[in-house]
């Protein structure tokens, strides 16, 4: 009976999970808890008599149907934790021990972004991509974008000749008109967008 409530409990909870965008707060052994049960039927499935056609059938669909609400559910609760520390607004008092692993390197890769974003440790190496790039453009190829961070004067250099390019510096909220491997480069860094300039 505690077993089958254990079920219940758990099939409860993945229907929940699915049904919010919300990320629910659960117990941290939430998943070693899940993974005993399936361990606990499999067990149980090795000492049924063969013969028992009804018993076995039963006990082989309910773990196959555990293990896939384990992976569902954790899937879900994944994408959830994901957009909240994109948010800024995970309660962490709520997740499972293996979320809370989880979240660490996750804030840990966001955290190792943000300190290389264009404006920090990255700025210095920003030259290097321009410098593999410029050139595979066409030189006279413009494009008009806004900037969205300072961006101190970069320098590249060209493939074919060695011979030396810069753009900038620039302010943010600037309009500029670029090189189209310039501007596709910040562009990736999230340090600029593309403005669509109206035809006269």
């Known amino acids: 009976m505690v077993k089958d409530d254990q079920y219940k409990q758990i099939f409860q909870l993945w229907k929940s999970e699915r049904r919010t965008n919300k990320l629910l707060e659960v117990k941290g052994?939430?998943?070693?808890?899940?993974?005993?049960?399936?361990?606990?039927?499999?067990?149980?499935?090795?000492?049924?008599?063969?013969?028992?056609?009804?018993?076995?059938?039963?006990?082989?669909?309910?773990?196959?149907?555990?293990?896939?609400?384990?992976?569902?559910?954790?899937?879900?609760?994944?994408?959830?934790?994901?957009?909240a520390i994109i948010n800024e607004d995970l309660n962490k008092s709520g997740l499972a021990a293996e979320e809370m692993d989880l979240v660490k390197n996750l804030e840990s890769i966001f955290d190792a972004h943000n300190n290389r974003s264009i404006l920090g440790e990255a700025g210095l190496?920003?030259?290097?991509?321009?410098?593999?790039?410029?050139?595979?453009?066409?030189?006279?190829?413009?494009?008009?974008?806004?900037?969205?961070?300072?961006?101190?004067?970069?320098i590249a250099t060209t493939a074919q000749d060695k011979s030396k390019q810069s753009i900038g510096p620039f302010k943010k909220e600037d309009i500029v008109q670029i090189p189209l491997v310039y501007a596709k480069t910040l562009i990736m860094k999230n340090a600029a967008d593309r403005v669509d300039l109206p035809e006269l």
């Open 29 to 83: 052994s939430l998943y070693s808890a899940i993974r005993q049960r399936i361990s606990s039927l499999e067990k149980e499935l090795e000492g049924i008599d063969s013969k028992d056609v009804a018993s076995t059938k039963i006990i082989s669909e309910r773990t196959e149907r555990l293990k896939r609400i384990l992976r569902d559910l954790a899937k879900i609760r994944k994408h959830k934790i994901i957009h």
């Open 125 to 154: 190496d920003i030259s290097k991509e321009f410098d593999s790039a410029v050139g595979q453009e066409n030189d006279t190829d413009l494009m008009t974008v806004r900037i969205l961070k300072d961006i101190p004067e970069i």
